[in-house]
């Protein structure tokens, strides 16, 4: 069954430091999306993707972020500057409609900024 | 007031009892209704999804509607202890793909 993968699957790095989450959608996916989940709290939406622009983002989603899809492959996250509260687990998804009810995740990239 | 509220629990129910599991959501925008299963330390995965007003069956499953009360349930039948889980509820407006979630209703089923 198709997948969608996501390294690595823990990070630790220093505050300030920047990150790129890493992220491979299922092949036939159109939709890119990362959420977040602070231990012990919701699943936080952060950005969607299509056709190689922003298409939502949240709140959460400011200049400290950015999203990218460098190949026909991959999708990034990249954080600017990481702060103590960055620290979450990171949740790539995909979908190949525009509906919730194909949304797929990934695995998840958990992030400690120490 | 949060968008989409669910009891934290924990929930326990005996094995082989029905578990409910309620959500109610704030923004009556929402179009699109679900539920997620997260494991410790895992992703979520898709359980159901419902987007009409009544109820929606699937397997041992039935997600229930009710959008003028701003109201969605999850039904497990014949619960086992596999489901003993984290029952994420989530909703979505039709004009974005921008899914809100609810906290989690934690489930502990006995064998």
């Known amino acids: 069954e198709p997948e969608v993968t996501q390294t690595p699957s823990h990070q630790v790095t220093q505050m300030g430091q920047e990150v790129i989450l890493r992220c491979v959608p299922i092949s036939n996916h159109l939709y890119f999306y990362w959420y977040r989940q602070i231990l012990g709290q919701k699943v936080e939406f952060l950005v969607s993707?299509?056709?190689?622009?922003?298409?939502?983002k949240s709140e959460i989603f400011d200049d400290q972020f950015s999203v990218e899809r460098p190949d026909g492959s991959n999708f990034t996250l990249k954080i600017r500057s990481t702060k103590l509260e960055d620290s979450a687990m990171y949740f790539c998804?995909?979908?190949?409609?525009?509906?919730?009810?194909?949304?797929?995740f990934g695995e998840g990239s958990w992030l400690t900024v120490v | 007031q949060k968008e989409v509220e669910q009891n934290s629990g924990p929930l326990s129910v005996p094995e082989g009892a029905i578990a409910s599991l309620n959500c109610t959501y704030s923004?009556?925008?929402?179009?699109?209704f679900f539920w997620y299963r997260q494991y410790s330390g895992k992703s979520p995965e898709l359980i159901m999804f419902?987007?009409?007003?009544g109820d929606k069956e699937d397997g041992r499953f039935t997600a229930q509607l009710n959008k003028a009360s701003q109201y969605v349930s999850l039904l497990i039948r014949d619960s086992q202890p596999s489901d003993s889980a984290t029952y994420l509820c989530a909703v979505m407006r039709d004009n974005n793909n921008d899914m809100r979630f609810g906290a989690g209703t934690r489930l502990t089923v006995k064998p």
């Open positions: 419902i987007y009409s007003n």
């Open positions: 998804a995909s979908s190949r409609e525009f509906s919730g009810n194909t949304i797929y």
């Open positions: 993707f299509y056709n190689n622009e922003i298409s939502e």
């Open positions: 923004d009556r925008g929402s179009q699109s």
